[in-house]
């Protein structure tokens, strides 16, 4: 985990702040805005192995989202991770996911776009609920799921 970086949303009300607070000292929270977002990303170091970029999706309540693909101006980028052994980390400790296919179409896609590009697909963007659904428990099996 040691070259891993945990990115999240500002905002204290915003459950990706939360989980990647509580995941590790070593995460950043983006700006909640276009350019914000991409003048912090720009900022990043480029030494990271892995990036976990969390964001918020409100039709989440018990569930994940493990999204395989960012869209921009009619372009698409993957992400190289296994999201498949992810998943599976992820059911291990009781963390339900799916995979999805289809980009978002907010900051999270956005702010995706910009760390695949930057970090050659070593990213994977995981939308979780908001804080009324987020269940402390799961910052647990996520330290679990992620060593």
């Known amino acids: ?3 891993t970086l945990f990115i999240g949303f500002k905002g204290k009300n915003n459950s990706s702040n939360i989980l990647v607070s509580s995941l590790s000292s070593n995460h950043i929270l983006l700006t909640n805005s276009f350019t914000g977002l991409k003048k912090d990303i720009e900022e990043l170091s480029p030494d990271y192995d892995e990036v976990y970029l969390f964001g918020v999706n409100k039709n989440l309540t018990d569930s994940f989202s493990i999204e395989s693909v960012a869209e921009k101006d009619g372009k698409r980028l993957e992400s ?26 907010y900051l999270c896609n956005e702010a995706y776009w910009y760390l695949l590009e ?8 995981i939308h979780i609920p908001t804080v009324k659904n987020f269940k402390e428990e799961w910052i647990e099996s996520f330290k679990k799921a992620i060593n």
């Open 1 to 3: 985990m040691e070259n």
């Open 80 to 105: 190289k991770l296994d999201l498949e052994e992810l998943k599976e980390r992820f059911a291990s400790f009781m963390i339900k996911a799916d995979i999805s296919k289809v980009p978002s179409k």
């Open 118 to 125: 930057n970090y050659k697909g070593n990213v994977v963007l």
